[in-house]
């Protein structure tokens, strides 16, 4: 009887551990590297697979490339909501006329360097919690699809950033291929 309430106990308290209390799940996997304005992005975090997930009003994917005043904005956000703290990922050019195959260096950081030309990228945990590329730890974006007429836009990147603590997160294999 000993053992049968001991293996029933142990049951049970096997039953509540929930693998999904993390927000990266190894059954996530990246999106394919499409070019035909899939609305996908994705990109691992750390070696950790990080996609879009939208919460409520929340989106988990914005994207956008603009003419404003005569120059090009561009910017992609994937963001997962999930949880008390949202994480994002975004990665933004200014005042850069994007081309096909060209490989745009992510080195500003996009809160100080203000009304900067050029890209950058970050990893936001939460408001208070920003890593942001810089001249030391930067990274790329290439364009591998832009399709004017269609609002088709689709590339890959990877960055490295820094938070105010000195932390740095890894941002890798990211890809796109959006409607804008």
């Not at 890894?170 to 959006?178: A, E, L």
Request: hydrophobic share 35%; net charge negative; charged share 15%.
């Amino acid at each position: 009887m000993k053992n049968l309430i001991l293996l029933l106990t142990l049951t049970l308290t096997l039953s509540c551990c929930n693998k999904d209390d993390n927000p990266f799940s190894s059954k996530d996997q990246l999106p394919a590297e499409t070019q035909t304005g899939a609305n996908t992005v994705g990109c691992l975090v750390n070696g950790e697979v990080f996609l879009p997930h939208s919460q409520g009003l929340n989106q988990g994917i914005n994207c956008f490339y603009q003419l404003e005043n005569g120059e090009f904005f561009f910017n992609i956000t994937c963001a997962d909501f999930r949880g008390i703290i949202p994480k994002g990922v975004i990665v933004e050019t200014r005042r850069v006329n994007l081309q096909v195959g060209q490989t745009y260096i992510l080195d500003k950081n996009t809160i100080l360097n203000g009304d900067f030309q050029g890209g950058g990228g970050n990893y936001d945990i939460g408001a208070s919690n920003r890593h942001f590329t810089n001249t030391i730890k930067t990274g790329e974006l290439k364009i591998t699809r832009l399709d004017l007429s269609n609002s088709i836009i689709s590339g890959t990147y990877w960055f490295d950033a820094i938070n105010a603590s000195g932390e740095t997160v890894q941002i890798r294999q990211g890809r796109f291929d959006m409607h804008y």
